[in-house]
């Protein structure tokens, strides 16, 4: 009697330890701030490849991860445009997860954006390296590379503010 019931529990028991232990490993990484700039390969609009450091060229460094679907994503987007113009010293990336470039061109061209650097991350391989499994989400990096913050969720124009003083003070 005593048999028949411990194989199930065995299995229970591992399964729960193996989901708690997952589940701190990802929280250890959302919590995780600092670090450098990861190194994965990025596409253009027009299919070449470029990582982030080839972009940053020595400054400073904002990498919003972005969708079109993405309501919170298209109501920072002007902000951000704004910022990218405002702040020469910054570097601005925009990486798009997962869709054609056709698909961001177009919506670029309809929201009347001038974005710098818009790249294209079909594999969600930024996101899962950084840990950025919501959207949107801000990284900030300093002109050594280091990540300095993440926002995640909407940025507001005195949170955005606050943060580029950061990584331009670092």
């Known amino acids: 009697m005593i048999k028949r019931f411990a194989r199930p529990l065995l299995w229970v028991g591992l399964t729960v330890l193996f989901v708690l232990a997952a589940m701190a490993a990802l929280v250890a990484l959302m919590e995780h701030k600092s670090g450098a700039r990861p190194d994965v390969e990025l596409k253009t609009l027009d299919e070449k490849v470029v990582t982030l450091d080839q972009i940053a060229d020595g400054k400073p460094m904002v990498v919003n991860i972005w969708a079109t679907w993405c309501p919170p994503c298209i ?70 590379g280091e990540q300095a913050d993440v926002h995640r969720g909407e940025l507001t124009e005195s949170d955005l503010s606050v943060l580029l003083e950061q990584i331009l003070q670092l």
């Open 75 to 144: 109501r920072e987007m002007p902000l951000l445009e704004q910022a990218q113009k405002a702040n020469p010293d910054i570097v601005f990336v925009f990486v798009n997860q997962g869709e054609h470039s056709e698909t961001v061109s177009a919506f670029l061209d309809n929201a009347d954006l001038d974005l710098t650097y818009v790249l294209l991350d079909n594999r969600g391989q930024l996101a899962q390296v950084t840990a950025s499994m919501a959207l949107p989400t801000t990284l900030f990096y300093n002109a050594e």
